[in-house]
């Protein structure tokens, strides 16, 4: 049975990487994948996922109004599709999901999703509070602080290095790095209102 994967981690954990593995270790076998990334992240190059290890492969652009059902169906009329593998999955809406999930139990497609939970002031993503949320697998690829713990956070750097804790969510360009949530101080950059800790 087809399932819903989630893989999730803080920034400049590998989840491109990650992705692109999957995607050969499918394709190297003669399966037929479908590689996806958001259209409003053209870091790498229009229509491509990037790591930053170097590796790249062109993908398919989807925007808030993308159908992933429809399109995978449209597809599978061509020929099998073994896998769906998507970048940056945090970018998803929460009907995209849904969707995600109608390819995996209506089609038969297996789709991994990639991408991280928080934004730099650590509210959820509206993507990956639903893939957390409906996801068959929820898989952590782990990396580390610069403290040595684990990193949870993303928190946003200016050209300067310096921390940035205002502004919207989606702000695609600036840098960002992980942190554990102690070093990355959640009390101080979250909107949730309370009373701060001794």
Not at 27 to 52: F, K, N, Q, V, W
Not at 54 to 60: F, K, M, Q, V
Not at 75 to 95: K, N
Request: a negative charge; hydrophobic letters at 40%.
């Amino acid at each position: 049975m087809a399932q819903l994967y989630f893989y999730y981690s803080a920034m400049n954990a590998g989840k491109s990487t990650t992705l692109l593995q999957s995607a050969h270790n499918y394709e190297e076998r003669g399966m037929r994948t479908l590689l996806y990334t958001p259209a409003i992240d053209d870091r790498g190059g229009a229509h491509l996922i990037h790591s930053r290890i170097g590796l790249t492969a062109e993908a398919i652009a989807f925007g808030a109004d993308y159908d992933f059902h429809d399109a995978v169906a449209r597809a599978l009329q061509a020929g099998a599709v073994h896998c769906v593998l998507i970048d940056e999955s945090q970018f998803l809406t929460p009907l995209q999901v849904l969707q995600l999930t109608q390819v995996c139990d209506r089609l038969g497609v297996p789709v991994l999703c990639y991408g991280i939970r928080t934004d730099f002031q650590g509210e959820p993503f509206e993507g990956s509070k639903y893939l957390l949320a409906w996801a068959d697998n929820i898989i952590e690829i782990k990396t580390i602080c610069r403290s040595g713990k684990k990193a949870t956070m993303n928190a946003r750097l200016d050209e300067h290095g310096q921390r940035v804790t205002e502004g919207a969510q989606i702000d695609i360009g600036h840098h960002y790095e992980a942190m554990s949530r102690k070093e990355f101080r959640l009390e101080d950059v979250s909107p949730v209102s309370h009373r701060r800790a001794p």
